[in-house]
Antibody, heavy 119, light 113 residues
């Protein structure tokens, strides 16, 4: 059974940093692209980052480019999101997602972790 | 960036009825290489994470009931739910997975009368 479990969320002050983790199991992690998607409270979904199988290629929207870094450790079947210079508008539930084949669409999602940026 | 315009914002139907949700992209999502449309549909039930229903515009994800049908090509797409069940109460989102940055529609809230 595919499982994705996020951790590392919490309350953080504006301008500070936070690192999210996603532990994967039930599939061969190194064979899949992975992504982070977020959802602000009572709002829609926003794609945040995608990483290739080896980690050599990463993709971000302009809203987080230069502030967020996606990475992975295939030996530990783990995905990460380093978030720097956090802003109030980064407040959201962050989901880890496995990418389906070559589609770039997420087929399995974790339960999400809440990040609140506030002073 | 590709803008996804989703409609309606919300709708309410009775069990057994059919619903259609629309999604329009600002650019074609049809790949000339493989003739596939890079449009996905997600269902998000209250308090849950999103679930993939449809990808490549019309390919149903494994385990998804055949009541869920995706159609369309180019820039205009539709998710049809036939014989709506109470368990279909959810928010539905389209996603263009054609190019980065990936972009979602604004969502449609389905309520059951």
């Amino acid at each position: 059974e595919v499982q994705l479990v996020e951790s590392g969320g919490g309350l953080v002050q504006p301008g500070r940093s936070l690192k999210l983790s996603c532990a994967a199991s039930g599939f061969t992690f190194s064979n899949y692209y992975m992504a982070w998607v977020r959802q602000a409270p009572k709002k829609g979904l926003e794609w945040v980052a995608t990483i290739s199988t080896s980690g050599s290629r990463t993709y971000y929207p302009d809203s987080v480019k230069g502030r967020f870094t996606i990475s992975r450790d295939n030996a530990k079947s783990s995905l990460y999101l380093q978030m720097n210079s956090l802003k109030s508008e980064d407040t959201a539930t962050y989901y880890c997602a496995r990418i389906l084949g070559f589609t770039m669409a997420g087929d399995y999602w974790g339960q999400g972790v809440m990040v609140t940026v506030s002073s | 960036d590709i803008v996804m315009t989703q409609s309606p914002f919300s709708l309410a139907v009775s069990e057994g009825e059919m619903v259609t949700i629309n999604c329009k992209s600002s650019q074609s999502l049809l790949s000339s290489g493989n003739q596939k449309n890079y449009l996905a549909w997600y269902q998000q039930k209250p308090g849950q994470s999103p679930k993939l229903l449809i990808y490549y515009a019309s390919t149903r994800q494994s385990g998804v009931p055949d009541r869920f049908i995706g159609s369309g090509s180019g820039t205009d797409f539709t998710l049809t739910i036939s014989d709506v069940q109470a368990e279909d109460l959810a928010d539905y989102y389209c996603l263009q997975h054609y190019s980065y940055p990936l972009t979602f529609g604004s969502g449609t809230k389905l309520e059951i009368k």
